[in-house]
């Protein structure tokens, strides 16, 4: 049997990227790359998302990383941004609440207004301080407020004296003593000492008490009447400050009032700030306090008193007067404050104190009228975001709340600022796993998250998308000032995006691998003196990328060499075959060969795969080697029953095995264990298997290829040596340059089949048998020795089973 029909020719295993398509010299001829290449999907999907203003239509963003999806959303903003006419921006305050000091207030002004109304409130303070002080220290003034304590002191003073001259006509004296008035009887015109009163007889002392009593009652209500015209004085003195006060307040307010009167929120605040100027006269007389050096507050403060004028502090929460339309945020850490703002404290001897001037907007609130992008994977990941987030975007409003306090935690002094209203596109960038989960477990997604724009990791290789690589690698060279890409370099650059899609009808979306790529081809270019960057550079590039990463390839490639992991590449062993595996070992993948074997022996156990008996399989590669029963059992089995007990193992496996694409190479080493034909070492084997025993294709062929090549260079090609992989893989061949030169010399070789038959007459040289009509196969084939064996067996498991059910029908019941 010719093996030789089965053989891939060199021009099928890797595409190669002619630079006689490109009609320029250099890069440098090139117009940068300006749209992006190969997403009209998810390009299409951003510009309805983004124009559509509907509640709800937020965006997606799924696709792997490098694919650009967030500089094609920014690019397709900034668009939509010009197109539009210029939107009406707004700053937001927060304003000190009169009612509830712990709810401060938030109002909204045209953009650039906040810092304006900042200053003039604050202008405001100071000019009231100034005129006040100045009003209250005029000689007018002194004079009103000089007669009017006079007048209260000369009333109080004689509703003293004239019950000092009624307590003396009834025999007392009335003296001033630090605990108070006292009535002190009067003996022989002197003041009576306690000897003299007790020498009195008890009449006497009785009519004193007597007459005591009612000066003592007449003397209470004379000091309720100086109580009464303090009182009064006390008014007339505060009607005076408000009287003198009034002008000067109503003329500075007057003007703030009619600029604000189109916004309530605003001309409420001023009219209770007029309010509370006027309640308050005294802050203005005294003179402002300095602050503390290292504290920051006066000394007042500092005993622990609010400040006096925090009514008049006005917090510019969102400032937009630097803003040139729509607000496109990028939050790269959206942790719960960064998010959704936070209240700020101060430590102050032991305690924390907060007000409205320490509130901080969030991404959220700065993104208010415009666009806010999110990593899906961060939102999902710091603590309390996602659900906040999904409540402000279907209620429209930002609350500024302590995590502390979501988490069940005690917050210190809570406000509770009033909350923001927002109009916000929130557009959220992960990947398409991620978008899964959410759809299936999170029902408010669908209804808060309506667009999903779907970035392609790959797209075709048209000479359309061949000249935008092109365009783009002069983007990255404009960009990054790198030295100009010839010809030869660009195409270098696309073969390698076509091994990097594993197609070679495709090129990867991937661009950040690209630029990488395109970064490091250029470096090495420099370390050579080149003015440009060639494919030699690039291919220099590409093996010092490989060389960085593959030293668990190369470990694992010693221990093969040296026997440590046993792998024959040469003769022919019955039931045995060398697997091909992919090696994941964090940013690296590599392919390197297993020894796969099969025992059978009589029985009724089926195909056993020991790796699912120990636990080291995963339930793809348990499903593959279940497809072996199926195709055992309608190949061999119509005529008798699969009698018949196989263990496959995978030698020298001590972790996971995960896949299907070595069920083929274990269906080969279970037909030749059956049939005793012995399969050549020398040929690798890769290849998934359906139950009508059809090749299908499998992923990493490139990488399985390469890794049995290199264990077979290790010990020195010999002409025979080959890998056999499914025909449907010939379009993802991106071979090395080493293993495509290998096999144009004939060295090595490829083989692609597409059946089991196929691979077996190619694995052992018989050939395999096509079944007749009437059930049987040809004698000598393949097919007609595992049948053969297979009736053998059955036989015999009959033979054995019959004895011992006569010996059990033979005992008594």
């Known amino acids: 049997m010719d093996i030789k029909k089965y053989e891939v020719p060199p021009d099928k ?81 927060y304003l000190y609440n009169f009612t509830d000091p712990d709810r401060p207030q938030i109002v909204n002004l045209p953009r ?22 100045k009003a209250f220290a005029s000689e007018e003034y002194a004079t009103q407020r000089k007669k009017a304590m006079e007048e209260s002191q000369t009333r109080r003073q004689k509703l003293l004296e004239e019950m000092a001259e009624e307590a003396q006509l009834q025999g007392f004296q009335l003296q001033t003593t630090p605990a108070g008035p006292a009535l002190v009887p009067m003996l022989e015109g002197k003041p009576a000492t306690q000897a003299d009163y007790l020498a009195l007889d008890k009449s006497a002392r009785k009519e004193l008490e007597k007459r005591r009593d009612g000066l003592l009652k007449k003397l209470q209500a004379t000091f309720e009447k100086a109580r009464e015209l303090e009182s009064q004085t006390a008014e007339k003195l505060q009607g005076t400050d408000q009287a003198v006060a009034d002008f000067t307040i109503s003329r500075l307010f007057q003007h703030l009032l009619k600029e604000y009167k189109g916004s309530p929120g605003i001309t409420q605040y001023l009219d209770d700030l007029k309010s509370f100027t006027i309640n308050n006269l005294d802050i203005f007389k005294e003179k402002e306090e300095p602050r503390h050096p290292v504290l920051g507050v006066s000394a007042s403060q500092v005993a622990g008193d609010r400040d006096p004028f ?26 719960y404050a960064n998010l959704f703002g936070k209240i700020e404290r101060r430590f102050l001897f032991g305690g924390y104190i907060s007000d409205h001037t320490m509130l901080k907007a969030g991404a959220l609130q700065l993104a208010h009228g415009g666009y806010l992008l999110l990593s899906a994977n961060e939102v999902l990941t710091n603590p309390g975001v996602w659900p906040t987030l999904k409540r402000a975007i279907k209620t429209g409003e930002v609350r500024i709340e302590d ?70 690698i002069a983007g990255c060279c404009q960009e990054g000032e790198l030295h100009p890409f010839d010809r030869s370099g660009v195409a270098r650059v696309v073969e390698y995006a076509s091994r990097t899609a594993g197609d070679q009808e495709k090129l990867s979306s991937r661009f950040a691998w690209v630029k990488e790529l395109v970064e490091e081809a250029e470096y090495w270019a420099c370390q050579n003196g080149a003015s440009r960057v060639t494919a030699q550079h690039v291919e220099k590039a590409i093996e010092e990328r490989r060389f960085r990463h593959n030293l668990p390839d190369e470990q694992i490639g010693e221990m093969i060499a040296r026997g440590t992991i046993m792998i024959d590449v040469a003769g022919e062993v019955v039931g045995q075959v060398n697997g091909l595996s992919i090696y994941s070992v964090g940013d690296v993948s590599f392919g390197k060969p297993s020894r796969i074997t099969c025992q059978t022996f009589l029985g009724r156990g089926g195909v056993i795969n020991i790796e699912r008996e120990s636990q080291l399989s995963g339930r793809i590669h348990d499903k593959g080697v279940l497809i072996l029963s199926g195709y055992m059992g309608w190949k061999y089995a ?147 020795q595992v049948d053969e064996q297979l009736k053998e067996m059955a036989i015999k498991l009959k033979a054995f089973s019959l004895p011992a059910a006569e010996e059990k029908k033979e005992k008594p019941a």
């Open 112 to 133: 650039g207004r906040g810092r304006s109304f900042r200053g003039q409130i604050s202008n405001l303070r100071q000019k009231l301080q100034k005129e006040l002080t």
């Open 403 to 472: 995590l502390s306090e979501q988490l069940g935690l005690i917050a210190p002094q809570g406000l509770r600022p009033e909350p923001m209203p927002i109009n916000v596109k929130v557009i959220l960038i992960g990947d398409g796993m991620l978008y899964q989960l959410l759809s299936m477990y999170d029902e408010d997604f669908w209804e808060i998250f309506k667009i999903k724009a779907d970035f392609a990791f790959q797209v075709d290789r048209t000479r359309k998308n061949l000249k935008a690589f092109a365009a783009f």
């Open 638 to 784: 119509q005529d008798k029953p699969l009698s018949l007990s196989a263990s496959l193992c995978f030698e020298q496996s001590y972790e996971g095995v995960e896949g299907d694409s070595a069920s083929s190479t274990e269906l080969y080493a279970l037909l030749s264990s059956l049939s005793g034909a012995p399969i050549k070492q020398n040929i690798a084997v890769t290849g998934s298997v359906n139950q009508k025993g059809e090749i299908q294709p499998i992923g990493g062929v490139n990488q399985k290829i390469e890794g049995f090549f290199q264990v077979c260079q290790a010990r020195e090609l010999n002409g025979e040596q080959g890998v056999m992989i499914p025909r449907r893989n010939l379009r993802n061949l991106m071979l090395r340059p080493e293993v495509v030169d290998a096999v144009r010399s004939g060295k090595f070789h490829v083989y692609a089949v597409s059946t089991i038959d196929e691979g077996i007459e190619a694995l052992t040289g018989v050939t395999a048998g096509r079944r007749r009509k009437d059930g049987t196969y040809p004698g000598g084939s393949i097919n007609y």
């Open 13 to 93: 295993l890797y595409w190669h990227c002619d630079p006689a398509i490109f009609d320029f010299d250099c890069t440098q001829d090139l117009a940068p790359l300006r749209e992006f290449i190969g997403q009209d999907r998810a390009i299409r999907a951003i510009e309805f998302g983004l124009s559509m203003n509907r509640a709800g239509y937020n965006i997606y963003v799924a696709g792997l990383t490098g694919t650009g999806k967030t500089s094609v959303v920014k690019a397709y903003i900034k668009k939509l941004v010009e197109k539009r006419p210029a939107q009406q921006m707004e700053d937001w305050c």
């Open 310 to 335: 925090l009514p008049f502090q006005v917090n510019v929460f969102v400032d937009n007067s630097r803003t040139e339309g729509a607000p496109v945020i990028t939050e790269s850490n959206p942790n």
